[in-house]
Protein backbone atom coordinates (compact mmCIF):
# COMPACT_ATOMS: atom_id res chain seq x y z
CA UNK A 1 0.00 0.00 0.00
CA UNK A 2 0.94 3.50 -0.70
CA UNK A 3 1.89 5.40 2.46
CA UNK A 4 1.61 8.80 3.27
CA UNK A 5 3.61 11.07 4.82
CA UNK A 6 3.43 14.88 6.36
CA UNK A 7 5.63 17.30 7.78
CA UNK A 8 6.08 18.94 10.10
CA UNK A 9 3.26 17.01 12.53
CA UNK A 10 2.74 20.62 14.02
CA UNK A 11 3.87 23.88 13.80
CA UNK A 12 3.66 27.60 14.94
CA UNK A 13 3.06 30.50 13.13
CA UNK A 14 1.24 34.02 13.79
CA UNK A 15 -1.42 36.00 12.16
CA UNK A 16 -0.29 37.07 8.60
CA UNK A 17 2.41 34.67 8.20
CA UNK A 18 2.80 32.12 5.32
CA UNK A 19 2.65 28.53 6.40
CA UNK A 20 3.54 25.59 3.82
CA UNK A 21 3.34 21.76 4.68
CA UNK A 22 4.14 19.16 2.91
CA UNK A 23 2.61 15.58 1.81
CA UNK A 24 4.94 12.90 0.59
CA UNK A 25 3.96 9.50 -1.37
CA UNK A 26 5.24 6.40 -1.54
CA UNK A 27 4.68 6.15 -4.70
CA UNK A 28 3.73 8.22 -7.42
CA UNK A 29 -0.43 8.98 -6.98
CA UNK A 30 -0.41 11.93 -10.04
CA UNK A 31 -2.14 14.33 -8.71
CA UNK A 32 -4.67 12.57 -6.77
CA UNK A 33 -4.39 14.10 -3.83
CA UNK A 34 -6.67 16.49 -1.65
CA UNK A 35 -6.04 18.82 1.21
CA UNK A 36 -8.45 18.98 4.72
CA UNK A 37 -9.08 21.07 7.38
CA UNK A 38 -10.10 19.42 10.87
CA UNK A 39 -10.77 21.51 13.63
CA UNK A 40 -11.73 19.81 17.18
CA UNK A 41 -15.59 18.80 17.30
CA UNK A 42 -16.14 19.44 13.53
CA UNK A 43 -16.30 17.86 10.35
CA UNK A 44 -13.60 17.66 8.32
CA UNK A 45 -13.64 20.64 5.58
CA UNK A 46 -12.36 20.10 1.75
CA UNK A 47 -9.70 22.45 0.90
CA UNK A 48 -8.09 21.23 -1.91
CA UNK A 49 -9.13 18.97 -4.37
CA UNK A 50 -6.97 16.75 -7.14
CA UNK A 51 -3.08 18.31 -6.02
CA UNK A 52 -4.02 22.03 -6.68
CA UNK A 53 -7.65 22.90 -7.33
CA UNK A 54 -9.21 24.85 -4.75
CA UNK A 55 -12.84 24.09 -3.58
CA UNK A 56 -15.76 26.60 -3.57
CA UNK A 57 -15.78 28.93 -1.17
CA UNK A 58 -12.08 28.20 0.50
CA UNK A 59 -10.09 31.19 0.68
CA UNK A 60 -7.77 32.22 -1.91
CA UNK A 61 -5.04 32.37 0.73
CA UNK A 62 -5.06 28.27 0.37
CA UNK A 63 -3.70 26.78 -2.38
CA UNK A 64 -1.62 23.64 -3.34
CA UNK A 65 0.86 21.93 -5.71
CA UNK A 66 2.73 18.69 -6.86
CA UNK A 67 1.96 16.29 -8.66
CA UNK A 68 3.74 12.27 -8.49
CA UNK A 69 5.04 11.85 -5.05
CA UNK A 70 5.51 15.66 -3.48
CA UNK A 71 2.92 17.77 -2.74
CA UNK A 72 2.80 21.10 -0.87
CA UNK A 73 -0.27 23.07 0.99
CA UNK A 74 0.54 26.77 1.20
CA UNK A 75 -1.65 29.23 3.69
CA UNK A 76 -0.47 32.58 2.73
CA UNK A 77 -1.33 35.74 5.18
CA UNK A 78 -2.71 33.44 8.47
CA UNK A 79 -5.62 33.93 9.51
CA UNK A 80 -6.98 33.40 13.05
CA UNK A 81 -9.61 31.02 11.72
CA UNK A 82 -7.29 28.47 9.73
CA UNK A 83 -5.54 27.37 13.28
CA UNK A 84 -6.31 23.76 13.07
CA UNK A 85 -5.13 20.37 11.87
CA UNK A 86 -4.71 19.50 7.85
CA UNK A 87 -4.57 16.24 6.20
CA UNK A 88 -3.77 15.14 2.90
CA UNK A 89 -5.08 11.78 1.26
CA UNK A 90 -4.89 9.73 -1.94
CA UNK A 91 -7.90 9.88 -3.55
CA UNK A 92 -7.73 7.13 -6.55
CA UNK A 93 -6.98 3.38 -5.13
CA UNK A 94 -8.05 2.45 -2.52
CA UNK A 95 -7.28 1.86 0.63
CA UNK A 96 -7.43 6.02 0.51
CA UNK A 97 -4.77 6.96 3.39
CA UNK A 98 -4.17 10.22 4.91
CA UNK A 99 -0.92 11.69 5.95
CA UNK A 100 -1.01 11.96 9.77
CA UNK A 101 -1.89 15.71 9.86
CA UNK A 102 0.32 18.94 10.22
CA UNK A 103 -1.13 20.60 13.46
CA UNK A 104 -1.07 24.66 12.74
CA UNK A 105 -0.61 26.71 16.45
CA UNK A 106 -0.80 30.27 17.58
CA UNK A 107 2.54 31.46 18.09
CA UNK B 1 -28.39 22.26 1.61
CA UNK B 2 -26.02 18.95 1.45
CA UNK B 3 -25.87 17.54 4.87
CA UNK B 4 -24.52 13.90 6.40
CA UNK B 5 -25.38 13.64 9.55
CA UNK B 6 -24.22 10.26 11.84
CA UNK B 7 -25.83 8.47 14.53
CA UNK B 8 -25.85 4.90 16.44
CA UNK B 9 -22.33 5.81 19.02
CA UNK B 10 -22.37 5.08 22.45
CA UNK B 11 -20.66 2.97 25.30
CA UNK B 12 -20.11 -0.47 24.02
CA UNK B 13 -18.56 -3.02 25.92
CA UNK B 14 -15.29 -4.81 24.64
CA UNK B 15 -16.39 -7.96 21.94
CA UNK B 16 -19.91 -6.51 21.13
CA UNK B 17 -21.42 -4.73 18.02
CA UNK B 18 -22.31 -1.64 17.00
CA UNK B 19 -23.78 -0.48 13.79
CA UNK B 20 -23.27 3.33 12.96
CA UNK B 21 -25.75 5.41 10.65
CA UNK B 22 -25.06 8.07 8.14
CA UNK B 23 -28.25 9.68 6.69
CA UNK B 24 -27.74 12.06 3.59
CA UNK B 25 -30.13 14.95 2.23
CA UNK B 26 -29.71 17.43 -0.26
CA UNK B 27 -28.10 15.50 -3.14
CA UNK B 28 -28.87 12.01 -4.95
CA UNK B 29 -27.36 9.50 -2.77
CA UNK B 30 -27.49 6.32 -4.65
CA UNK B 31 -24.74 8.74 -7.42
CA UNK B 32 -22.12 8.58 -4.94
CA UNK B 33 -19.24 6.54 -2.91
CA UNK B 34 -19.82 6.49 1.01
CA UNK B 35 -16.99 6.94 3.19
CA UNK B 36 -15.85 5.92 6.61
CA UNK B 37 -13.26 7.64 8.67
CA UNK B 38 -12.21 7.98 12.47
CA UNK B 39 -10.84 9.73 14.91
CA UNK B 40 -8.83 8.11 17.70
CA UNK B 41 -8.15 10.86 20.73
CA UNK B 42 -4.92 12.81 20.17
CA UNK B 43 -4.42 10.41 17.30
CA UNK B 44 -4.98 11.47 13.49
CA UNK B 45 -7.75 10.69 10.96
CA UNK B 46 -7.80 6.98 9.41
CA UNK B 47 -9.92 6.33 6.75
CA UNK B 48 -11.50 2.99 7.34
CA UNK B 49 -13.46 2.21 4.29
CA UNK B 50 -15.56 3.23 1.50
CA UNK B 51 -18.71 1.56 -0.79
CA UNK B 52 -19.15 2.42 -4.12
CA UNK B 53 -22.09 3.50 -5.70
CA UNK B 54 -24.50 0.96 -7.93
CA UNK B 55 -23.05 2.08 -11.12
CA UNK B 56 -19.76 1.23 -10.05
CA UNK B 57 -20.51 -2.05 -9.19
CA UNK B 58 -21.51 -1.19 -5.28
CA UNK B 59 -18.34 -2.93 -3.92
CA UNK B 60 -16.93 -1.84 -0.48
CA UNK B 61 -13.15 -1.94 0.21
CA UNK B 62 -11.37 -1.55 3.48
CA UNK B 63 -8.69 -0.40 5.55
CA UNK B 64 -6.38 -3.58 6.36
CA UNK B 65 -6.57 -2.37 10.08
CA UNK B 66 -10.37 -3.02 10.31
CA UNK B 67 -11.02 -5.68 7.26
CA UNK B 68 -12.90 -8.62 8.33
CA UNK B 69 -13.91 -6.79 11.22
CA UNK B 70 -15.85 -3.71 9.62
CA UNK B 71 -18.75 -4.16 7.17
CA UNK B 72 -19.91 -1.05 5.22
CA UNK B 73 -23.65 -1.77 3.34
CA UNK B 74 -25.58 1.11 1.53
CA UNK B 75 -29.62 1.59 1.49
CA UNK B 76 -30.01 4.07 -1.36
CA UNK B 77 -33.73 3.96 -0.59
CA UNK B 78 -32.78 5.72 2.28
CA UNK B 79 -30.36 7.28 1.85
CA UNK B 80 -28.21 5.71 4.51
CA UNK B 81 -25.04 4.32 4.51
CA UNK B 82 -24.00 2.08 7.47
CA UNK B 83 -20.66 0.92 8.94
CA UNK B 84 -21.24 -2.41 11.03
CA UNK B 85 -18.67 -2.96 13.72
CA UNK B 86 -17.85 -6.34 14.95
CA UNK B 87 -16.24 -7.08 18.09
CA UNK B 88 -14.82 -3.82 19.17
CA UNK B 89 -11.72 -3.46 21.04
CA UNK B 90 -10.83 -0.21 22.96
CA UNK B 91 -8.75 0.89 20.70
CA UNK B 92 -11.58 1.22 18.53
CA UNK B 93 -12.66 4.01 20.60
CA UNK B 94 -13.16 7.33 18.68
CA UNK B 95 -15.18 9.65 16.31
CA UNK B 96 -16.65 8.22 13.53
CA UNK B 97 -17.07 10.39 10.88
CA UNK B 98 -19.04 9.82 7.20
CA UNK B 99 -17.88 11.00 3.81
CA UNK B 100 -19.43 11.67 0.69
CA UNK B 101 -17.54 11.07 -3.13
CA UNK B 102 -14.31 8.73 -3.89
CA UNK B 103 -12.62 9.69 -7.09
CA UNK B 104 -11.42 12.10 -7.07
CA UNK B 105 -12.44 13.46 -3.70
CA UNK B 106 -14.69 13.29 -0.75
CA UNK B 107 -16.08 16.53 -0.19
CA UNK B 108 -18.81 16.42 2.17
CA UNK B 109 -18.62 14.76 5.58
CA UNK B 110 -20.70 14.60 8.74
CA UNK B 111 -19.92 16.12 12.14
CA UNK B 112 -19.25 12.48 13.77
CA UNK B 113 -20.35 10.33 16.17
CA UNK B 114 -18.55 9.32 19.18
CA UNK B 115 -18.12 5.38 20.26
CA UNK B 116 -16.53 4.47 23.35
CA UNK B 117 -15.67 0.71 23.78
CA UNK B 118 -15.07 -0.03 28.08
CA UNK B 119 -16.35 -2.33 30.08
Known amino acids: DIQMTQSPSSLSASVGDTVTITCRAS??????LNWYQHKPGKAPKLLIS???SLQSGVPSRFSGTGSGTDFTLTISSLQPEDFATYYC?????????FGGGTRVEIK | EVQLVESGGGLVQPGRSLRLSCTAS????????MNWVRQVPGKGLEWLGF??????????DYAASVKGRFTISRDDSNSIAYLQMNSLKDEDTAVYYC??????????WGQGTLVTVSS
Open chain 2, 99 to 108: GRGWRPRSDV
Open chain 2, 26 to 33: GFTFSDYA
Open chain 2, 51 to 60: IRSKNYGGAA
Open chain 1, 27 to 32: QSITTY
Open chain 1, 50 to 52: VAS
Open chain 1, 89 to 97: QKSYSPPLT
